[in-house]
């Protein structure tokens, strides 16, 4: 069993999502190694008792289970393979958990290189947003070896309320983008609600009132409608890495031969939204779409 005994716990990526995250462990007790590329952002960890590592390399000596959060597959894969990345370096037995929204062949190819070196990787990434991972509320979907995924639960479960195994490696990431298809085309009917509130002359927050309690009720529309209302479109998800992850189920979906509509015409409005520079904000900046016209 994994414990803080006989558990020192990597973290890689300390952005929006990471930085809750990873404090969520080293409150629980664990050795915590960290590396992001600003150390800037893993400050108030390392004030906390977290280890600053230089490189991922580091991490790799210095834990025996490694999370990454980053910000796209190249990213990914930058940090997995390679000579200075986690296989080449992590003891045998080790875990490598990515928690990064990323491509399901990569996940893949990361198990396969892991097997060969006696160590588990599983894919794992999350939805919740930056509320879910603050409160250590996240669903994590998981794939890969399920002997992994049991003796992780423990630690899984100390950040998210909602693990599922979903099957072999790559089934996360798969998930992920069932997820991510779900809230694009949720997230342009949210968008277009809201407006239509106010242009209806109706108060919004009266709507919503009425509205998340019933049959249209969503996660986007409790916890991101009352945030476009306030104006307030700071990243709780960026709207760069959502297109990043539209465009992974977009090419998945061509894969399989497959049409979606909805998803295509979601990304069309976030990449009109990037073009006009708002690709750092959250992904509630969409109402921003109807405001500009």
């Known amino acids: 069993m994994l414990t803080p005994e006989n558990t020192v716990i990597g973290f890689i990526g300390t952005g929006v999502m990471g930085k809750s995250m990873a404090g969520h462990l080293l409150k629980a007790g664990f050795p915590l190694v960290i590396y992001s590329r600003t150390k800037e952002k893993a400050q108030e960890l390392i004030k906390e008792g977290a280890t600053w590592a230089d490189t991922p390399k580091e991490v790799a000596l210095a834990a025996n289970v490694i999370f990454t959060m980053v910000g796209y597959p190249s990213d990914v894969e930058e940090v ?31 198990y396969d290189e892991a097997k060969k070196k006696e160590i588990y990787a599983i894919d794992a990434p999350v939805s919740g947003g930056d509320v879910g991972a603050r409160e250590a509320k996240l669903s994590i979907m998981v794939g890969g070896d399920q002997e992994a995924f049991e003796a992780l639960c423990p630690i899984l479960n100390i950040l998210g309320t909602n693990l599922v195994y979903q099957g072999k490696a790559g089934a996360g990431q798969h998930t992920k983008m069932v997820n991510q298809i779900a809230i694009a085309s949720n997230m342009i009917g949210v968008s277009e609600a809201i407006i239509y509130a106010e242009k209806a002359g109706l108060n919004p927050e009266n709507v919503l009132k009425s509205i998340t309690a019933g049959a249209a009720g969503s996660w986007s529309l409790s916890n991101l409608a009352p945030r476009m209302l306030k104006g307030d479109f700071e990243p709780g998800f960026y709207i760069k890495h959502f297109i990043k992850d539209m465009r992974i189920a977009l090419e998945e979906a061509e894969r399989m031969e497959m049409d979606v509509p909805g998803l295509s015409l979601a990304k069309s409005l976030y990449d009109q939204l990037a073009v006009n520079g708002e690709e750092n904000s959250g992904t509630q900046a969409l109402y921003k779409y109807w405001k500009s016209e």
């Open 80 to 110: 997995y393979l390679g000579d200075h990345g986690l296989i080449e370096n992590a003891k045998p037995g080790s875990y490598l958990i990515d928690m990064t929204t990323s491509s399901p062949s990569l996940a893949v190819k990361i």
